[in-house]
């Protein structure tokens, strides 16, 4: 009989083993089966930690195959699926999958101090009369402050700058019933008033006065103190400068990301916020 | 010819369908086939947008036929993966995974004012000598505050209140080289004084002047400078009051997540801080 050959990996910094197989020849379900049982007792032999396998779409008859083996699924993307198999006694010290999804609302003034709001064509709002900030999620890679500009952009065709998060909520269970959604609510300034809307998402859009948008009706109800408690924020920024919030410090590496601190020290390190810098490069 | 039966699915808000196989009984592979191809064919003449799998681990024979058919992997947890097919024309609408991971460093005081620092014995930190703050992931469902208090008495038995937010940092591609990391920086003020570290993470742990610790050789290489930025944040925060950080508000939801603003703003609204009354519901 020919000696099976172990699947290809690579020792992790972890006592892990990380087989990608995302650009590997096509191989059948017997032949798989075969490498994985031979790797595995090779790995348990050397006393290997972690395993994880990321199997392409176009792999995925072989899923069942590692799961009957042991392995469970880790995560998954558009085009792979990760699976791991923790090999010493429980438990597993494997780091966890992506536990968060993170939002923005924007709280954009205009020259003459009135803020943006709109109504949306669907979603929890729909049909409410409730105006609202704009809102909308962070992609994959994006910053947080540039995230908000480009959603106020999409919906209202409004030009900003980001100048600080005036506050965050928390929200557990808020997606797939288990993840947590981060909402930042962060102050932007207009640099156009001309607004343009975006007929599939928005219903309408406005400037309205910041009193008129906290004094809602909406914002009275019990069940809706989170909506309030924001809105106040919002108000209590508008009223006075005494409210700081966390703006950008220009930092080397903010190509890969920002550093948020409160406003008024991130101004001393900066001189200037740093997105003027990094917009082109996100 | 008997009548081949639809998937059993339930509408969402979104004009989709969403089709959860968690409880059904086995089904072969040709079976769901048939289902899957006949379903398909009704919510498309019904004009419906989005289509959901939740496939368990124990149908994983499944996944094959499904992607063959034009699904593909949106997400998966341990236990299952769910898959999606956009049926109108593109783009797709649908919800994105989660796409964020959140982490906390702890800047713990004692009641001589002097900071609580670790070495760890794996990771990035590892023999180089650093004395650094402790560190976390927020596990799922997990507020930021609950999860910063968690680390801190997990890796040194050191219990802690949670005081402020004092900076966050974006460091994108930081997991799986796509998902963005969150860092929360919070202080914590020591309720206990006494060190018990934990053996299998942690090598050294002790009690340290924040003025040595900010001034480590480390934070002053050209590379590190985030690291520098963070260090002069608690240096400044230590030094003066003047530094106001993000503190959470007790609202009447709270449960299910906290809401995070200037702390001088929450203690306005709250009296006082909001964990004192949540920490036993999360």
Same mark, same amino acid.
């Given at each position: 009989?020919?000696?099976?050959?172990?699947?290809?990996?690579?020792?992790?910094?972890?006592?892990?083993?990380?087989? @990608?197989?995302?650009?590997?020849?096509?191989?059948? /379900?017997?032949?798989?089966?075969?490498?994985?049982? /031979?790797?595995?007792?090779?790995?348990?032999?050397?006393g290997?930690?972690?395993?994880?396998?990321?199997?392409?779409?176009?792999?995925?008859?072989?899923?069942?195959?590692?799961?009957?083996?042991?392995?469970? &699924?880790?995560?998954?993307?558009?085009? &792979?699926?990760?699976?791991?198999?923790?090999?010493?006694?429980?438990?597993?010290?494997?780091?966890?999958?992506?536990?968060?999804? +993170?939002g923005?609302?924007?709280?954009?003034?205009?020259?003459?101090?009135?803020?943006?709001?709109?109504?949306? @064509?669907?979603? &929890?709002?729909?049909?409410?009369?409730?105006?609202?900030?704009?809102?909308?999620?962070i992609?994959?890679?994006?910053? +947080?402050?540039?995230?908000?500009?480009?959603?106020?952009?999409?919906?209202? @065709?409004?030009?900003?700058?980001?100048?600080?998060?005036?506050?965050?909520?928390?929200?557990?269970?808020?997606?797939?019933?288990?993840?947590?959604? +981060?909402?930042?609510?962060?102050?932007?300034?207009?640099?156009?008033?001309?607004?343009?809307?975006?007929?599939?998402?928005?219903?309408?859009?406005?400037?309205?006065p910041?009193?008129?948008?906290?004094?809602?009706?909406y914002?009275?109800k019990?069940? @809706?103190?989170?909506?309030? *408690? +924001?809105?106040?924020?919002?108000?209590?920024?508008?009223?006075?400068?005494?409210?700081?919030?966390?703006?950008?410090?220009?930092?080397?590496?903010?190509?890969?990301?920002?550093?948020?601190?409160?406003?008024?020290?991130?101004?001393?390190?900066n001189?200037?916020?740093?997105?003027?810098?990094? *917009?082109?490069?996100?």
């Open positions: 009989m020919d000696k099976i050959s172990l699947l290809n990996g690579v020792e992790d910094n972890h006592g892990g083993i990380v087989v @990608n197989l995302m650009k590997v020849k096509p191989m059948t /379900v017997d032949e798989f089966d075969s490498k994985l049982d /031979v790797s595995l007792k090779a790995w348990k032999d050397q290997k930690k972690g395993i994880w396998i990321k199997l392409p779409s176009e792999l995925s008859s072989l899923v069942n195959t590692a799961l009957k083996r042991g392995f469970t &699924y880790h995560h998954a993307e558009n085009e &792979y699926v990760m699976l791991t198999y923790w090999l010493p006694e429980p438990p597993s010290t494997l780091p966890a999958n992506a536990s968060h999804r +993170i923005i609302g924007a709280f954009v003034l205009n020259k003459n101090r009135e803020m943006l709001v709109v109504q949306e @064509n669907s979603g &929890y709002f729909k049909n409410t009369g409730v105006w609202k900030v704009p809102t909308g999620t992609k994959e890679g994006e910053g +947080i402050w540039a995230g908000a500009v480009r959603e106020v952009k999409e919906e209202t @065709n409004i030009e900003t700058r980001f100048v600080e998060v005036l506050a965050f909520r928390e929200s557990h269970k808020a997606v797939w019933q288990r993840k947590t959604d +981060i909402f930042f609510i962060c102050e932007l300034e207009a640099s156009t008033f001309e607004i343009t809307k975006q007929d599939s998402e928005i219903f309408g859009a406005k400037w309205m910041v009193e008129e948008y906290a004094n809602q009706p914002h009275a019990k069940e @809706n103190e989170m909506f309030k *408690l +924001i809105a106040n924020i919002c108000l209590k920024r508008w009223q006075e400068k005494g409210y700081t919030g966390f703006s950008t410090v220009l930092a080397m590496n903010s190509s890969k990301g920002s550093l948020y601190c409160n406003a008024d020290h991130a101004n001393l390190l001189g200037k916020p740093d997105q003027d810098s990094t *917009l082109t490069s996100i």
